[in-house]
């Protein structure tokens, strides 16, 4: 564990937190969201505990596949209804998004994607069709329904639509990067769009998913612990493989410790 170390203060050159702090207020005013400052959340200094990271990598491990449950089934009705707003969010401040329709990815890393977002206002999203986990979209997972949202002939599904809501307001309008860190700050304030019972699933769907692909027991030697970058056994990131897409119960205990692992400096 490290001492917690706050955000640097990055600019905003796609006016982001603002469309964001609008949104978050609206929510607040109709009693969905509480009343919280985006910037704030933004600022706040994040404690890494490596330790943290692989008890909810070894949770999301050991989890079957798909578990139903009505709160499940709720969890995931108010994550897409939420994710299709903040699409449309997004669309109002002048961001249009785009299927990626070439070979790889769209964009290298964060940085390029803020470089080119800002640059352009367009977002290339990488379909869900095209991979999805270690594979292609699972027609039983909840977010890989469709939206209702067709851009050039292409039916979004929810998840196409997460993944566009969360580049732009988790690492386009932070400016952080797609390591651990990077996508947990990223986590952290973009939860503070959901409504709390999106949370479980939210969780689930990213930050379980980021630690074990940078914790999991598949990355430990014989002796169960982890290498180290240069240390015989590491495995690079761009070799590593993606989580399987799981549909189950968090523990609510392990969100709660995620976000105390965040502590915003005194105004």
């Not at 706050?6 to 009343?35: F, K």
């Not at 329709?101 to 869900?128: E, I, M, N, S």
């Not at 027609?139 to 998840?159: F, K, Q, T, W």
């Not at 495995?235 to 399987?244: A, F, G, K, L, W």
Request: a positive charge; one cysteine or more.
């Amino acid at each position: 564990m490290r001492s917690p170390a706050a955000a640097p203060p990055r600019a905003d050159p796609l006016g982001l937190l603002p469309v964001a702090q609008s949104y978050v207020d609206a929510a607040a005013a109709r009693g969905e969201l509480p009343p919280v400052r985006v910037a704030d959340l933004a600022a706040a200094g994040l404690r890494l505990d490596a330790g943290y990271c692989r008890r909810v990598a070894g949770v999301y491990d050991r989890a079957p596949a798909r578990e139903s449950h009505p709160e499940l089934s709720d969890g995931y009705a108010r994550l897409k209804r939420e994710t299709v707003r903040q699409y449309d969010l997004l669309r109002s401040a002048g961001i249009r998004v785009e299927p990626w329709l070439a070979d790889g990815q769209p964009y290298r890393g964060a940085r390029d994607l803020v470089a080119k977002l800002t640059a352009t206002r367009v977002l290339h999203v990488y379909l869900t069709r095209d991979g999805h986990g270690p594979g292609r979209a699972a027609a039983d997972h909840p977010m890989c329904e469709p939206s209702g949202v067709r851009v050039r002939g292409i039916d979004l599904l929810y998840n196409d639509l997460f993944r566009a809501v969360h580049d732009v307001f988790g690492h386009a309008m932070l400016q952080v990067g797609m390591g651990v860190e990077g996508e947990l700050r990223a986590a952290y304030v973009h939860m503070a769009m959901y409504t709390p019972p999106a949370h479980p699933v939210l969780f689930t769907e990213h930050v379980s998913q980021i630690c074990w692909f940078f914790y999991g027991p598949h990355l430990a030697d014989a002796t169960g612990r982890l290498p180290e970058r240069g240390e015989p056994g590491w495995v690079p990131p761009d070799r590593r493989p993606y989580p399987p897409q799981k549909v189950f119960r968090c523990p609510s205990e392990l969100i709660d410790q995620f976000k105390a692992g965040f502590r915003e400096a005194p105004r």
